[in-house]
Antibody
Framework: QEQLVESGGGVVQPGKSLRLSCVAS????????LHWVRQAPGKGLEWVAV????????YYADSVKGRFAISRDNSKNTLYLQMNSLRAEDTAVYYC??????????????WGEGTAVTVSS | QSALTQPPSASGSPGQSVTISCTGT?????????VSWYQQHPGKAPKLMIY???KRPSGVPDRFSGSKSGNTASLTVSRLQVEDEADYYC??????????FGRGTKVTVL
């Protein structure tokens, strides 16, 4: 069973840092691009970042570029999101997600349950 | 990277059809055939319903169909069922390895 499980969310003060993790199981982790998508309370989905299968290429939404860093450890089947200089508007549930097949970089077919991040003083 | 435009709400009675539009620009929806649609029930993770404009993943009923014309993509849900009541989001490739979602449409089954 293909599965993604996020962790690392919590309450953090503005300007501080937090690192999210996403552990995968049930599929060949190193074959897939992986994404982070977030959803602010009561709001829509927002794409955050993607890393390609080997971690050599990473791309970000303008809203997080320069503050967030996506990375992966294929030996541990784990995806990360390092979030620095956090702002109130980064408050959201953060999902990791995987494309429908390894052929695609997008079309997110496997999602985790999400981890909640609250940025507040 | 502006969000794609969707109507906030749509509704229909069981058995009827509802169509949701998703309007972007020539830099996203109109420029690529990389449009997808997601269904999200309250408190749940999104579920992929349509990809590459009109393809259905395995297990998605054929009541769900997608299309695109110019800068606007559409999702049609035919033969509406109570369980189709959810939020629906479109998404598109936006160039330079970036992606954009729509603002979401709440579908109500009357």
């Amino acid at each position: 069973q293909e599965q993604l499980v996020e962790s690392g969310g919590g309450v953090v003060q503005p300007g501080k840092s937090l690192r999210l993790s996403c552990v995968a199981s049930g599929f060949t982790f190193s074959s897939y691009a992986l994404h982070w998508v977030r959803q602010a309370p009561g709001k829509g989905l927002e794409w955050v970042a993607v890393t390609l299968y080997d971690g050599s290429n990473k791309y970000y939404a303008d809203s997080v570029k320069g503050r967030f860093a996506i990375s992966r450890d294929n030996s541990k089947n784990t995806l990360y999101l390092q979030m620095n200089s956090l702002r109130a508007e980064d408050t959201a549930v953060y999902y990791c997600a995987r494309p429908i097949t390894s052929h695609y970089y997008y079309y997110l077919d496997v999602w985790g349950e999400g981890t909640a991040v609250t940025v507040s003083s | 990277q502006s969000a794609l435009t969707q109507p906030p709400s749509a509704s229909g009675s069981p058995g009827q059809s509802v169509t949701i539009s998703c309007t972007g620009t020539s830099s996203d929806v109109g420029g690529y055939n990389y449009v997808s649609w997601y269904q999200q029930h309250p408190g749940k993770a999104p579920k992929l319903m349509i990809y590459e404009v009109s393809k259905r993943p395995s297990g998605v009923p054929d009541r769900f169909s997608g299309s695109k014309s110019g800068n606007t993509a559409s999702l049609t849900v035919s033969r509406l069922q109570v369980e189709d009541e959810a939020d629906y989001y479109c998404s598109s490739y936006a160039g330079s390895n970036r992606y954009v979602f729509g603002r979401g449409t709440k579908v109500t089954v009357l």
